[in-house]
Every structure is written in structure tokens, then in C-alpha cells.
């Protein structure tokens, strides 16, 4: 493919893209394949020799398209949003366009730069202490991880690193294997599974520490933990809070659990992997006071900020503490201004060493919404939680199970768990919404997340009709 065919192939396949998006609500929201649909319809192996654009283009539908889930679609409540919009699709080519791999500054200095201005830009929308921002003179930065899942593990083993040289320089009889075996990370029972995934891969233990009636950490309970474990000989240094859990949205506490993890030395890490940009509203800010006493900042403007994945913007208070932990120096990635005071070399802050250039999509996306735009995005979706947590009490046959913050509604049947299997079975079966569960303690609860960018009330009076329909014919039966 030459540049001349690249040209029209590409405009094929932008107006592709944009039908398929514009008309996406006319898709099934989830397919009716099996296991193992795709094998049978594509040969063995690879074509000896070149075939058309043609010929794979028309693949699409054929192959790919019946085993898509889609995402976009205004009948997708389940997880929490994918975000994407039309000017981060395009950034998105221009990225692959350049194909840069920004790991040094010197391998693309537009790549670093652009990226820590943006990281800035994000930070001031959400109002993160000065701290967390590398300004002109700032200690700290942000970067653009891969995944909330990456953020946490990036922080706790920039935390391992400091605690070993911390503890080691308080007890020098002390080995690095003595200290490991005794470090302990904690985070709260609602916490994502990333976390223990975290602990896992870092080689620590980790210990939940139990919510409250709201399912949110508070103090005492993590002081409860913390003597504990202390008295135990264990060593505490790391403790992820969550802000917006996976399973209900709920918000860890803080102003409590901040100043106990300053006093103990402990790294707090704060994951706001979906509610982080509802930060962008002053109306919802309250719910990150306390980040003031945090080391570590990650939220996903590739959830709900219209950023397609991957963007996952980390904010750290000392960068120090993560180059400290992850820098090499081998000659072929040095360059001149490494030294200069000047530059960020972001291979220090993550796991992979090559990058891509994320941070265009954001800087299309910040320029082509402005943040009232995307304020309005934030807001739509929160009044479209509320419009179904309504529908859901207007019917004394169901039941909301935890306070609706943001754009999550979790609801169920009143009754026994098998019964709302039941009803999730039937949606899946219907397959004209897709839903996930959750368990709230001893409970099976459905989640209705407001997701895909072109949802709108009609959507959502949809969804109910056909979730209480459902509902309507299994308690005939079950009864």
C-alpha cells in the first residue's frame, strides 16, 4: 500500500468508523456467539502471498463485527464507561501516524513535553495540590500509565523501594529478603482486584481492611489493622484508597485515613479510576478532599473524560520516588540534556520502556470540548443515574443497595439472591442491554452504569421497561 492508496483507504475507513458509530444503537449490544466462533472462519495460517484491501476490508462485518461486545452503544450499562469521541480518534491516528517511542526525552522531545503540560492542564481541572503538578519548579509530575492497574502497581513498588532503603538505613543488621518478608499492604474489602494483582507481582502480603454500613474505609477501622500488625512485627507501608469502588461507587474516607498513613510512614495511594473525572465539576469535588495527604493520584480519563483507552493519568507528589525506584542508565538511552534539570525521561516512570504518544488524544480532547463541554458530558450522565434510580423506586418490587453518587446505579429484586441471578439470565438472554453484577455483601446486585457518549433518557426509559417486563414474567414463574 503505497501513500496514494493509503488516502482513499483511509477515508473508507474513517467513514466506516463514523457509521458504524452513528449507527451503533442498531447493532445487537452483545453477541450471539460461542466460544471459538472465529477459528473455523479464517484459514490456518497466514496467506503466503498479499491479499486486497478489499478482500479484508469486507472481513469486517463477515468476521470481526458478530463477535464484538459494543461498547459504544447507548444500550451498554455494564462496567463503567470506554470512553471515546471523534477528536481523540483522530489524535489517535496522528499517534500512530508518528509512531514515535517516547521513552527520553530525546527520542521525541514534543512526546515528554506535551504529556507533562497536559498532565498539568488535567491536574488544575480537577484542582490537585500544587504539589502533585511539575509546573516550573514542582518535586512532583503526573504520567500517562497504561491502566489504573499499572498506577497502582507503579506506586507500590515505588513505595516497596523507599521502605526497604528507609527501614535499612534505621537497621542496617537488616537484609533486604528480612524486611521484604515483613511488608504488609492494605486496602479496603471493596477495593478493585488490581490491588491484590498488585501485591502479588510486587511479592508482599496484603491484608483488606473492612468497610463501613456505606461501603467506604474509614479511620479506625485501618488504625484497628495497623496495631495489629505492628504489634505482629509486620511492617505497614503501603495502602491504596478508592474513590468511586467498581462494585458501587462508594468512597473511601480520606480526611480520616490520610493523616493516619502520614504519621506511619505508610505510601497512600488513591485510585479514582472512574470517579476521578468527575472531578472536573466543582459540584463533586468535595469527594477528593484529603488528596492532600496522598503520594500517589491516579484517575482514567480513558473511562469518562472521552479520552479514547489507553490514558490513565498518574500524578505522584515527589517524582524522585518513582525514578528512584525504577531508573537504569545503559549508554543507548542516554542523551545530552538528561542532566539538564529540564527534561523527564518517562521510561523511569513505568513498567515498559517504549511509550506511545498519548498525550496528544488529551490535548485534542481538552482543546475540541473545553472543560465546560466535558463538565456537561459528567453532569448528563449523573442526571441519567438519577432518572433510573427513580423508575427503580417508583417499583416496590425492587430495591437501590447503595447510595447513587455518580453515574452508577446499583439496584435488585427484592428477595433472594437465585432470584436475581434469575432476572441477570434473562437480561443476558434478551441481549437488547447488557448489565454486570456485583456482590454487596451477602448480596447479588445488579449494576446499571451510564456509559456510551450518545445515551440519552430515552435509553435509559428503555432499559427499565424491559428490565421490569422481565421482571414481571420470572415472578409469574418463580412464584
Known amino acids: 500500500m503505497d501513500a496514494a492508496e493509503f488516502r482513499k483507504r483511509g ?17 445487537q449490544v452483545f453477541p450471539d456467539v460461542e466460544p471459538g466462533y472465529l477459528r473455523p472462519l479464517i484459514p490456518d495460517c497466514a496467506p503466503q502471498d498479499p491479499e486486497s484491501f478489499e478482500d479484508v476490508f469486507k472481513d469486517i462485518e463477515k468476521i470481526i463485527m458478530p463477535g464484538v461486545t459494543h461498547w459504544h452503544s447507548p444500550y451498554f450499562f455494564a462496567y463503567f464507561p470506554a470512553a471515546s469521541s471523534f477528536p481523540a480518534l483522530l489524535a489517535d491516528m496522528l499517534c500512530g501516524g508518528i509512531g514515535c517511542m517516547g521513552f527520553s526525552w530525546a527520542a521525541s522531545p514534543a512526546c515528554t513535553e506535551l504529556e507533562t503540560v497536559m498532565l498539568d492542564w488535567l491536574g488544575k481541572m480537577i484542582n490537585l495540590p500544587e504539589e502533585f503538578l511539575a509546573a516550573k519548579d514542582g518535586q512532583g509530575g503526573g504520567v500517562i500509565q497504561g491502566s489504573a492497574s499499572e498506577a497502582t502497581l507503579i506506586s507500590l513498588l515505588a513505595a516497596r523501594t523507599k521502605t526497604i532503603r528507609r527501614v535499612q538505613s534505621e537497621k542496617p543488621e537488616l537484609t533486604e529478603a528480612d524486611i521484604m518478608g515483613r511488608l504488609v499492604a492494605y486496602a479496603s474489602d471493596q477495593a478493585h482486584s488490581s490491588v491484590e494483582r498488585a501485591a502479588l507481582i510486587g511479592g508482599v502480603k496484603i491484608k483488606n481492611v473492612l ?3 456505606t461501603f467506604s ?81 491516579n484517575f482514567n480519563p480513558h473511562k469518562w473524560l472521552l479520552v479514547n483507552f489507553d490514558c490513565s493519568a498518574m500524578w505522584v507528589k515527589k517524582r524522585l520516588d518513582l525514578t528512584g525506584a525504577f531508573k537504569l542508565e545503559p549508554l543507548y538511552l542516554q542523551h545530552h540534556h538528561q542532566e539538564s534539570g529540564l527534561v523527564t525521561d518517562y521510561r523511569h516512570w513505568q513498567i515498559p520502556l517504549g511509550r506511545r504518544f498519548r498525550s496528544l488524544k488529551l490535548w485534542f480532547v481538552l482543546r475540541m470540548y473545553g472543560v465546560t463541554g466535558l463538565q456537561e458530558h459528567i453532569r448528563k450522565h449523573i442526571r441519567l443515574s438519577h432518572q433510573f434510580e427513580h423508575l427503580v423506586l417508583q ?69 427499565w421497561q424491559h428490565i421490569s417486563q422481565l421482571a414481571t414474567d420470572l415472578l409469574k414463574t418463580w412464584e
Open 11 to 27: 477515508k473508507e475507513m474513517v467513514d466506516y468508523i463514523a457509521d458504524y458509530l452513528e449507527k451503533i444503537d442498531k447493532r
Open 211 to 213: 468497610s463501613d454500613d
Open 217 to 297: 474505609v474509614c479511620g479506625s477501622a485501618l488504625r484497628k489493622v495497623l496495631d495489629e500488625d505492628k504489634a505482629s512485627g509486620l511492617i505497614p507501608f503501603f495502602f491504596c484508597a478508592t474513590l468511586g469502588t467498581t462494585p458501587c461507587c462508594s468512597f473511601d474516607k480520606l480526611l480520616e485515613l490520610g493523616p493516619i498513613c502520614n504519621k506511619e510512614n505508610i505510601w497512600m495511594h488513591i485510585d479514582a479510576a472512574y470517579a476521578g473525572s468527575a472531578f472536573i465539576c466543582p459540584e463533586f469535588r468535595h469527594l477528593l478532599n484529603g488528596v492532600e495527604f496522598a503520594d500517589s493520584f
Open 395 to 463: 417499583d416496590e418490587r425492587f430495591e437501590i443497595c447503595a447510595e447513587v453518587v455518580l453515574g452508577l446505579v446499583c439496584f435488585r429484586l427484592k428477595g433472594s439472591n437465585e432470584l436475581n441471578k434469575a432476572l441477570l439470565r434473562s437480561i443476558d438472554e434478551a441481549k437488547k442491554i447488557h448489565l454486570v453484577p456485583c456482590h454487596l455483601r451477602e448480596k447479588f446486585v445488579l449494576r446499571f452504569a451510564i456509559c456510551s457518549r450518545t445515551v440519552e433518557s430515552t435509553h435509559i426509559k428503555f432499559a
